[in-house]
T-cell receptor
Framework: KQEVTQIPAALSVPEGENLVLNCSFT??????LQWFRQDPGKGLTSLLL?????REQTSGRLNASLDKSSGRSTLYIAASQPGDSATYLC?????????????FGDGTTLTVKP | KAGVTQTPRYLIKTRGQQVTLSCSPI?????VSWYQQTPGQGLQFLFE???????NKGNFPGRFSGRQFSNSRSEMNVSTLELGDSALYLC????????????FGPGTRLTVL
């Protein structure tokens, strides 16, 4: 059974700092890995999707990497802003399954202080 | 284009009651998936509906059921509520079945007393 762990559970940084969020998974036979953002009282917003054949994806100040062999993914946020404060979740989709079968981590709650 | 809407946003029920949650997908989207989010279990997949048919189901008891209407709107029903059913229920829509690109609604916060 796939297990997804996100450490730390919470992180507080001053504005402008670069930071890394971690996601680890136990079964490397994955189809893709996706990073989401969840704001209080709102649903999830997809940030980046990395296919199993890819090593990284970038969008603006965000960069996500994937290392299947070690079962790890990182989300790098450059020049953090207070608006980045949210909970970040990673989701791993196993091979040959529907997206709904993805396993989610519990998330890292990020607070960026002005 | 309007996003995914869920009603009601908040709900309080007592044990043993049943509840129905509603989800309206983005216009043109035919797939609706439901998820349960709790502090202890995290985000877990309940089921996916596409063209009025349940296509995939997670590991939840039969008390959890759903349906999808011809206009793609979906309802989720939980019967004989238990305290452990207290959670944020999220629905997500996508244009096709099994898509990785899902658009989530704000959720319905269900509290069971």
């Amino acid at each position: 059974k796939q297990e997804v762990t996100q450490i730390p559970a919470a992180l507080s940084v001053p504005e402008g700092e670069n930071l890394v969020l971690n996601c680890s998974f136990t079964d490397s036979a994955i189809y893709n890995l996706q990073w989401f953002r969840q704001d209080p009282g709102k649903g999830l917003t997809s940030l980046l999707l990395i296919q199993s054949s890819q090593r990284e994806q970038t969008s603006g100040r965000l960069n996500a990497s994937l290392d299947k062999s070690s079962g790890r993914s990182t989300l790098y946020i450059a020049a953090s802003q207070p608006g980045d404060s949210a909970t970040y979740l990673c989701a791993v989709r196993p091979w040959n399954t529907n997206a709904g079968k993805s396993t989610f981590g519990d998330g890292t709650t990020l607070t960026v202080k002005p | 284009k309007a996003g995914v809407t869920q009603t009601p946003r908040y709900l309080i029920k007592t044990r043993g009651q049943q509840v129905t949650l509603s989800c309206s997908p983005i216009s043109g989207h035919r797939s609706v998936s439901w998820y349960q989010q709790t502090p202890g279990q995290g985000l877990q997949f309940l089921f996916e509906y596409f063209s009025e048919t349940q296509r995939n189901k997670g590991n939840f008891p039969g008390r959890f059921s759903g349906r999808q209407f011809s206009n793609s709107r979906s309802e989720m029903n939980v019967s004989t509520l238990e305290l452990g059913d207290s959670a944020l229920y999220l629905c997500a829509s996508s244009p096709i079945q099994g898509s990785d690109t899902q658009y989530f609604g704000p959720g319905t916060r269900l509290t069971v007393l």
